[in-house]
């Protein structure tokens, strides 16, 4: 892989994940519960936007030649989660398919509006550092398959359980 084909792959498959967002629509869908378990798309895109922040904040790591090593432990891993408010998703610890329910909590109380401006402002920064970042750095620290699974493999994931949802409302109203 390299940045040449794999940030257009990248856009594409946000552009994707975008158009499922804009189709769901007004404001009051997006934050019922029952996308997921009792969860609605405004949770699962503050799931999306830990994640965002996690890898962004690794590429800055690797941009400014900083190192990195996932959690080992149960107690360096709480408190990497406090510090930085975010699980560390890379670590043996961490359930990565999973909904970090603490994640969640910490958005619950955050508008829908600030929810998505932080992410967008995420997703910008993993697509502006990945430009800055040279192709042996991203294979070096095998970013594009860690940028791949803390963005659109969380998109895909999302998109299934609203894609769901949305057929279950569809059938409902028939």
């Known amino acids: 892989m390299n940045k040449i084909t794999f940030l257009p792959r990248l856009q594409r498959e946000r ?3 975008e158009l499922l967002l804009n189709q769901a ?11 997921f378990a009792k969860l609605s798309i405004k949770d699962l895109l503050a799931d999306i936007l830990s994640r965002e922040q996690f890898i962004a904040d690794r590429l800055s790591e ?6 990195y090593a996932p959690c080992t432990s149960y107690t360096v891993y709480e408190n990497f989660q ?3 408010g ?3 998703y890379e670590s043996p610890l961490c359930h990565k398919e999973k909904l970090n329910h603490l994640v969640i909590q910490k958005y619950k ?4 509006d600030d929810i998505v401006e932080q992410e967008l402002a995420a997703y910008s920064s993993i697509v502006a550092t ?10 070096d620290h095998d970013l594009f398959h860690r940028v791949a699974e803390h963005t659109y493999k969380s998109y895909r994931r999302s998109s299934m359980e609203i894609q769901r949802w ?7 109203i028939k």
């Open 82 to 84: 406090k510090i930085n």
């Open 25 to 35: 629509g007004f404001s009051r869908q997006m934050t019922m519960a029952g996308v």
């Open 166 to 172: 949305q057929k279950s409302i569809e059938t409902e």
């Open 130 to 139: 990945l430009e800055r970042l040279t192709q042996d750095q991203c294979l």
């Open 86 to 88: 975010y699980p560390d």
């Open 15 to 17: 552009d994707k994940f």
């Open 109 to 112: 109380n955050i508008s829908l």
């Open 62 to 67: 690797v941009l400014h030649g900083e190192n």
